[in-house]
């Protein structure tokens, strides 16, 4: 995934964009940029690699020698950027969110067209912004440019310009994430996440919608493109990776996922699936909210079985090695035994996807001397990657636990089955379940589904992308 942050002021500006940077540091791990301009300084750029060491502490020696007033910058967990471009529509900085599934094709098409060279990272892969950016730079203006990107691009991109006018964002053809731009009285900012800005000093002033593309400067927001009339945000904003503060077309997250909990306990109520446990507790950190709105609603007592030891590895998967992470991992789980030891218990996860690091905890609370362990997910099963953001390690749909499991009891005819398996009342939705807690060792297992999750979520459906779970655009 990735986040950025933009701001532009009649002061120096520096410090807003380096702690707004610093709030979207949840959405990424491998690295952060920043990029900042100004009249007598001209641009000014830096980028390090945050896998090991947080944004904050890598980019502190940097503030003294940065001037400006107005900047961007982004936390990645892709490629390096910002970006410094100079072409014949001026000297900008670059940086982007999103996924380009085309990209080597749109490579060649620029090598067909006379294009000379793009810097090629260890992979061989092309960096996304300087692909786009060289997408743009085949219009005659930034703005043409910019909407010509965003059509050609197959996935998604969510666009943040710095030039010597100010700034220019673009959100996403389809809105799949948020772009928002708040004001104080000396600038505006634009963000991906809210509370980055309010903590600012900022108020929000206008979310851009779908393919919207914008100018901002001191004074405010002028409309370069209308935003288009279908959208397909992210559900997963809510459910998972937004920060709990965060609100996007109006519905914050904490609230969602308190209500989204409610709702599962209402129907496990109904169904009389709801099983005696001693305490029902989060998995940390996202699933704490889910559980305790599922706890209130369905009178167990709300615990934590087990903590998270986060000052020395705030994030588990920051490791590049695997074995080094899922042993980071392990390490994190501190217990406390008299919440654990004879107890029923029953956790909430925001999601189930591979399954690696749950069945660990699931082991890790047997081995503490848990007499029974449920587990119900705060969304259905994830039977396909995302092909539109990269917020999942997976490079296969097998490696996703559902659609494994589910390849496991149905061959390779699956497809027209996947409605019935992602539905618990189906005999098909009933005997995946089954499976999955006798390779995962769970006493019993739930899914939120995907009618009550899209009610929680609260905006209408058709705005909302369920890929992941329906396999639909």
Sequence with gaps: MGGFFGAVSRRDCVLDVFFGVDYHSHLGTRRGGMAVYGAETGFQRQIHSIENTPFRTKFEADLSKFH????????????????????????????????????EALAERYFS?????????????????????????????????????????????????????????????LGRLPVLVGQNEEGCCVSFESFAYQKLGYQTIQELGPGEIARITPDGVERLQAPGDTMRICAFLWTY??????????????????????????????????????????????????????????????????????????RSFMPENQDVRNQVAKMKQIPVPELIEGKKLLFVDDSIVRGTQLRE???????????????????????????????????????????????????????????????????????????????????????????????????????ICTYCWTGRE
């Excluded at 961007?72 to 599934?101: E, F, K, W």
């Excluded at 940390?284 to 889910?290: A, C, I, K, Y």
């Design 361 to 463: 905890t699931v082991e890790f609370l047997y081995r503490s001397g848990a007499k029974e362990v449920h587990i119900r997910s705060a969304c259905p099963p994830v039977m396909y990657g995302c092909k539109y953001l990269n917020f999942s390690r997976s490079n296969s749909d097998m490696e996703l636990l559902a659609r494994r499991t589910m390849h496991l009891l149905e061959g390779d005819n699956l497809e027209e089955y996947v409605p019935e398996y992602a539905d618990a009342t189906t005999e098909r939705g009933k005997c995946l379940l089954r499976s999955i807690c006798e390779q995962m060792g769970f006493d019993s297992l739930g899914y939120q589904s995907l009618d009550s999750l899209l009610k929680a979520i609260g905006i209408d459906r058709e705005q």
């Design 113 to 173: 067209s006379g294009g000379r060279q793009f810097m090629a990272m260890s992979s061989g892969a092309v960096n996304a912004s300087e692909l786009t950016a060289a997408l743009i730079n085949e219009a005659d203006t930034l703005t043409e440019g910019i909407r010509r990107a965003q059509e050609e691009i197959d996935g998604s991109s969510s666009i943040l310009l710095l030039t010597p006018d100010g700034l220019i964002a673009a959100r996403d053809r």
């Design 241 to 314: 990776y937004g920060y709990p503060n965060s609100n996007y077309e109006g519905v914050n997250v904490e609230v969602m996922r308190y209500r989204n909990g409610e709702i599962m306990a209402d129907e496990e109520e109904r169904r009389k699936e709801i099983p005696d446990v001693d305490f029902v507790a989060g998995v940390p950190d996202s699933g704490l909210p889910h559980a305790i709105g599922y706890a209130n609603r369905s009178g167990k007592r709300f615990a934590r079985p087990f903590v998270k030891y986060t000052p020395t590895w705030p």
């Design 68 to 103: 400006g007033t107005s900047g961007i910058g982004c936390i990645s967990d892709t490629d390096p950027q910002p970006l410094l471009v100079r072409s014949h529509l001026g000297m900008y900085a670059i940086c982007t969110v999103g996924r380009i599934n085309n990209a």
